[in-house]
C-alpha cells in the first residue's frame, strides 16, 4: 500500500526532501511556509496524510500542539553534531570566516558546546540563542543586537526565514547545512511509522452500539430503531464493516481499525452523532475496541461502551489494543487515557497518592492541552466532568504526596472566597 506523507517546511528544503526519495511505495507532497509558525496552519491541511515529516525541529515544535489534536504520527529533521560541524568546517574552509565569534541559533546548544569542546574551539566569544520557544522575530533580533553591539563577525543559523531577514538587513549569515545522511534516516523513520500505521489499520475492530431508553419508557421505539439500523448501514458502507442486529437495542458492526481511523478523522470526530441529534427519546451510545483477535476487540468495544454510558446523550469512545481509552469523540477535546500502565512513575504515583493510574493519565492530559500550567479545582473538574468536590479530592491527594502544589489563588467574583491555584509536579 502507498504511504502517504507530508512535509512541512521551506520551499528549498521540501525540494530535497522529494528529490531523494526512493521510496516506490511513498507519496510525498509539500506544504509549503514562509515562516515556521505557520506550520500549525499546514496540520490542520495534512489530514488525509499518513505521516508529517518536518525539514527541522523549529516548525515541529510550532505544530506540535496541532499534532498531538490531531493525532497524525510525525518526525523531524533533526539539528544534531553533525548538521553543526559540516556547517561550521563549511564556514571556515569555504568561506574564510574564522569560527570564534559567531553568533548561533539552535535548539539546544549542547550540540554546539559538544562540538566546540571537542575541536578545541573557545566558546567565549560565541553567542548562542537555542529558540524552541522563540519565534523567529525574536531570533532575528537576537542576532541584530549582536551584530549591532559588534560583537561577532556573523551569524548561523538553522532557519530559513531568519537567513533571509538577515540578508536584508545586510547582516553575513549562512544557513546551516543539512546532510543528505539526516535527511535519509528521517524519511526512513517516517516510512517505518507509516507502515506500522498501515499494519495496524488492517487489525480488527469490533462497535458496540446501543440504545439506552429512560426508566419510565414503556417500550422500544421503532422508529429510532429503524433509523439507526439505516444510518448504520450507511456508515458500514462508508467504512467498509458489516452491520449485525442483535435485538431492539444492540447492533454490532465488523470492521478493521483503518475504517475507524477514516470515518473518525483520526479519532476525533463521528458525523454520525449529529445525525441523531433529533432523537432525544433515547441516549444512543457507542464503544469501539481494537485487538489482535475478534474477541479482545469486542471486550475492548465493551468497555468503550461503559466510558460512554458515563455521559448523557448520544456519545462514542474507543479503547485500543493496549487498552488506551480515546474519547468522548466529537467534542470540542478528545481526550486519552490508559486504563493501565507499565510506566513505573506512573505506577509509584498511583500507588503513593491512591489515584487510579487512569485518572492519573487523564490529569495528565489535561496539563498537556493547557498553556497555562496553573489552573483551579474547577477547570480540572470541568475536563474530567466530575464535581468540584471530587476535583478538589484528586488535588489534595496530590498536593499530600508532593505530586501538586498551591501556587496561588483566584477571586474570579467579588463575593466570596478566593480560590486555590494548583500547579501538578508530575
Avoid at 432525544?280 to 468495544?301: C, D, K, N
Wanted: charged share 25%; net charge neutral.
Amino acid at each position: 500500500m502507498v504511504i502517504k506523507i507530508a512535509v512541512i517546511g521551506s520551499e528549498k528544503m521540501a525540494d530535497k526532501v522529494l528529490r531523494l526519495n526512493s521510496h516506490a511505495n511513498v507519496q510525498i507532497r509539500s506544504l509549503i511556509y514562509d515562516k515556521p509558525e505557520e506550520s500549525a496552519k499546514l496540520v490542520k491541511m495534512a489530514q488525509n496524510d499518513d505521516v508529517l515529516f518536518f525539514t527541522g525541529p523549529f516548525p515541529y515544535f510550532f505544530a506540535k500542539d496541532e499534532i498531538e489534536k490531531q493525532g497524525i504520527p510525525a518526525v523531524y529533521i533533526p539539528l544534531d553534531e553533525l548538521v553543526f560541524t559540516i556547517s561550521l568546517y563549511y564556514i571556515r574552509d569555504t568561506l574564510c570566516i574564522h569560527p570564534d565569534r559567531l553568533s548561533i541559533d539552535i535548539p539546544y546548544q549542547e550540540v554546539v558546546l559538544h562540538v566546540l569542546d571537542e575541536l578545541n574551539i573557545d566558546a567565549a566569544r560565541i553567542y548562542i540563542k537555542e529558540h524552541e520557544h522563540y519565534r523567529t522575530d525574536e531570533i532575528v533580533k537576537f542576532h541584530h543586537e549582536q551584530w549591532k553591539a559588534g560583537n561577532v563577525d556573523f551569524v548561523l543559523t538553522s532557519v530559513q526565514s531568519v537567513h533571509k531577514e538577515l540578508e536584508q538587513l545586510g547582516i553575513p549569515s549562512f544557513r546551516m547545512i543539512i546532510p543528505k545522511k539526516n535527511i535519509l534516516d528521517t524519511l526512513q523513520h517516517a516510512v517505518a511509522k507509516g507502515e506500522l500505521l498501515l499494519s495496524q489499520a488492517s487489525q480488527i475492530a469490533a462497535g458496540i452500539v446501543q440504545i439506552d431508553y429512560p426508566d419510565d419508557a414503556q417500550a422500544a421505539d421503532t422508529e429510532l430503531h429503524a433509523k439507526l439500523h439505516e444510518l448504520l448501514l450507511d456508515l458500514g458502507k462508508k467504512m467498509n464493516a458489516s452491520v449485525k442486529h442483535i435485538d431492539d437495542r444492540t447492533f454490532m458492526i465488523y470492521g478493521t481499525r483503518g475504517g475507524i481511523r477514516q470515518i473518525t478523522g483520526n479519532y476525533h470526530v463521528f458525523p454520525i452523532l449529529d445525525q441523531l441529534k433529533p432523537f432525544t427519546q433515547a441516549s444512543i451510545r457507542f464503544g469501539f475496541g481494537f485487538g489482535v483477535t475478534a474477541l479482545e476487540s469486542e471486550e475492548h468495544a465493551q468497555i468503550g461502551l461503559y466510558h460512554a454510558k458515563k455521559h448523557a446523550g448520544h456519545g462514542a469512545y474507543i479503547v485500543t489494543e493496549n487498552k488506551k481509552v480515546i474519547g468522548p469523540l466529537h467534542h470540542k477535546t478528545t481526550k486519552t487515557f490508559q486504563l493501565q500502565s507499565d510506566d513505573e512513575h506512573l505506577l509509584t504515583v498511583a500507588k503513593q497518592t491512591g489515584i487510579s493510574v487512569s485518572s492519573i493519565t487523564k490529569i495528565i492530559d489535561f496539563i498537556h492541552l493547557r498553556h497555562n500550567r496553573i489552573f483551579s479545582a474547577s477547570d480540572l473538574a470541568d475536563y474530567l466532568q466530575l464535581s468540584k468536590r471530587s476535583a478538589e479530592r484528586l488535588l489534595k491527594k496530590l498536593v499530600d504526596s508532593g505530586y501538586a502544589e498551591i501556587s496561588g489563588e483566584e477571586q474570579p467574583y467579588q463575593k466570596g472566597r478566593p480560590r486555590a491555584l494548583y500547579k501538578i509536579l508530575l
